[in-house]
């Protein structure tokens, strides 16, 4: 699993293995990717209005596979981050970090 996080106008991905600890600072752009290949599970210490804000956006999981997100579930992501106050990045600044989104 790779960390994104912003430092100053640079992006710097930092590697994390099973057991890390890592500290996303209040505010801080960041982004997570998981390149091993194999499943990972990441557990997440957060305020109690992130966790509204999760419990709002989640997509329930009903088979084994969940399937890729559809453009309605993007549009409900981004309206309930507006309305809680969170930033999302661009298609383009994704790429920019080397994140490819597409639908």
């Known amino acids: 699993m790779d960390c994104l996080r ?8 930092i590697k994390a293995y099973a057991g890390d600890y890592i500290h996303v600072p209040c ?12 499943t990972s599970t990441v557990h997440i210490l957060t305020t109690k209005k992130m966790r509204q804000f999760f419990q709002e956006v989640r997509r329930l999981k009903n088979s084994a596979a ?16 507006r309305r809680y106050g969170y930033w999302n990045a661009s298609p383009e600044e994704y790429k920019m970090v080397g994140i490819h989104i597409s639908f």
């Open 27 to 38: 505010n801080a752009s960041h982004a997570w990717r998981n390149v091993s290949g194999s």
């Open 66 to 81: 969940l399937p890729p997100p559809t453009p309605q579930d993007l549009d409900h992501f981004e309206a309930v981050s």
């Open 6 to 13: 912003k430092e100053r106008e640079d992006h710097k991905w």
